[in-house]
T-cell receptor, first 113, second 113 residues
């Protein structure tokens, strides 16, 4: 079936540096691409999302870019802080119904002081 | 405030018994809910789509007779893991879509001993 590839699986950065996580998807009908942050044993929390009619979206230190032609989207976190340490998941809608999501395998981000 | 409430948060059961997990939509009538499973250090995998008043749609490889889903009302979907075995131990999360944004329950940590 359709899937979402996410890289890297682990990422370690120093506080203040930037972190970039990349995802690719295969379903050309996907039109919604959310990013989630998950702390151990807790539910995923939406941090930012982007829709197919937009190429870039920014919210303070977090930005997401989307290239529909290449079917890839990226999460950028600037000025990282230790509290940014968590597992981040990208996701792509299954088709364009806006319903179920296919998730990437996750990126474990560690921000060291 | 919370959109989705999931119970229980943790359950330990003996092998061969059944466990029911409830997912409630708190302020929204959800005709569709989703059930995901997450193994340790892995991503969320869609198990099934729960449709109010009709049969659930299961993803490939998910046994419908083992994972019984009931969506009898617009605010409640239940997942029953029947004849649970240790390999069913996992983190189960329900979710729904409201205004094209996905919301998740708190998750249920199931341990089968």
């Amino acid at each position: 079936g359709e899937n979402v590839e996410q890289h890297p699986s682990t990422l370690s950065v120093q506080e203040g540096d930037s972190a970039v996580i990349k995802c690719t998807y295969s379903d050309s009908a996907s039109n919604y691409f959310p990013w989630y942050k998950q702390e151990l044993g807790k539910r995923p929390q939406l941090i930012i999302d982007i829709r197919s009619n937009v190429g870039e979206k920014k919210d303070q230190r977090i930005a997401v870019t989307l290239n529909k032609t290449a079917k890839h989207f990226s999460l950028h976190i600037t000025e990282t802080q230790p509290e940014d340490s968590a597992v981040y998941f990208c996701a792509a809608s299954i088709g364009n119904s806006g319903y179920a999501l296919n998730f990437g395998k996750g990126t474990s981000l560690l921000v060291t002081p | 405030g919370a959109v989705v409430s999931q119970h229980p948060s943790r359950v330990i059961c003996k092998s061969g018994t059944s466990v029911k997990i409830e997912c409630r939509s708190l302020d929204f009538q959800a005709t569709t809910m989703f059930w995901y499973r997450q193994f340790p250090k892995q991503s969320l995998m869609l198990m099934a789509t729960s449709n109010e008043g009709s049969k659930a749609t299961y993803e490939q490889g998910v046994e419908k007779d083992k994972f019984l889903i009931n969506h009898a009302s617009l605010t409640l979907s239940t997942l029953t893991v029947t004849s649970a075995h240790p390999e069913d131990s996992s983190f189960y999360i329900c979710g729904l879509i409201r205004s094209t944004e996905a919301f998740f329950g708190q998750g249920t940590r199931l341990t089968v001993v």
